[in-house]
């Protein structure tokens, strides 16, 4: 059964700092990976997906990495701003099934 | 297009009353999926459909919970009775094509259910 775990669950950096953010899984047999931020009260948005046979996609200030035999991803942001601030998901799709598994989230704070 | 449109946005109840959830996909969307999402257990998928049939249940968590999809517009999620421990925020989501095809997700921004 797949699990995914994302860490830390919560991280709080000031303004303008680098930061990564780390999902793991533990079937690397995936079709492909998705980062989301969810806003307070809000639905997910999709960020970043990145597709079995990739290595990384890059969005702006956001660079999303993928390992998959050793059953890792990380998220990279850039130059962290106040509205950065959010929780972001990570999910991955096993082969052989057609649904999300969603981690439990990191929720960042960007301080001004 | 509208995105994913779920209503109500939020629902109080008393336990013991029926609750239905509503879903209408992005036009064109072939798989609608319900996710439950609470503070202990994260995101869970409840159940999915494809081109309006049930694909996988797995995810509902006993007999009180019932969803339906009567046409390629509305899907609808049922709770009853409802219980306390309901509580929690139902998402919508849905996609063009299968997941497995690199398609992205498209969540509706969840209905928010409290059960006393």
């Known amino acids: 059964k797949q699990e995914v775990t994302q860490i830390p669950a919560a991280l709080s950096v000031p303004e303008g700092e680098n930061l990564v953010l780390n999902c793991s899984f533990t079937?690397?047999?995936?079709?492909?990976l998705q980062w989301f931020r969810q806003d307070p009260g809000k639905g997910l948005t999709s960020l970043l997906l990145?597709?079995?046979?990739?290595r990384e996609q890059t969005s702006g200030r956001l660079n999303a990495s993928l390992d998959k035999s050793s059953g890792r991803s990380t998220l990279y942001i850039a130059a962290s701003q106040p509205g950065d601030s959010a929780t972001y998901l990570c999910?991955?799709?096993?082969?052989?099934?057609?649904?999300?598994?969603f981690g439990t989230g990191t929720r960042l704070k960007v301080l001004a | 297009d509208a995105g994913v449109i779920q209503s109500p946005r939020h629902e109080v109840t008393e336990m013991g009353q029926e609750v239905t959830l509503r879903c209408k996909p992005i036009?064109?969307?072939?798989?609608l999926f319900w996710y439950r999402q609470t503070m202990m257990r994260g995101l869970e998928l409840l159940i999915y459909?494809?081109?309006?049939?049930?694909?996988?249940d797995s995810g509902m968590p006993e007999d009180r919970f019932s969803a339906k999809m009567p046409n390629a517009s509305f899907s609808t999620l049922k709770i009853q009775p409802s219980e306390p421990r309901d509580s929690a925020v139902y998402f919508c989501?849905?996609?063009?094509?299968?997941?497995?095809?690199?398609?992205?997700?498209?969540f509706g921004e969840g209905s928010w259910l409290t059960v006393v």
């Open positions: 989501a849905s996609t063009p094509d299968s997941l497995n095809s690199g398609n992205t997700i498209y």
């Open positions: 079937d690397s047999a995936i079709y492909n």
């Open positions: 990145i597709q079995s046979s990739q």
């Open positions: 999910a991955v799709v096993t082969s052989g099934t057609y649904k999300y598994i």
């Open positions: 036009s064109g969307h072939d798989y």
């Open positions: 459909f494809n081109n309006n049939v049930p694909i996988d």
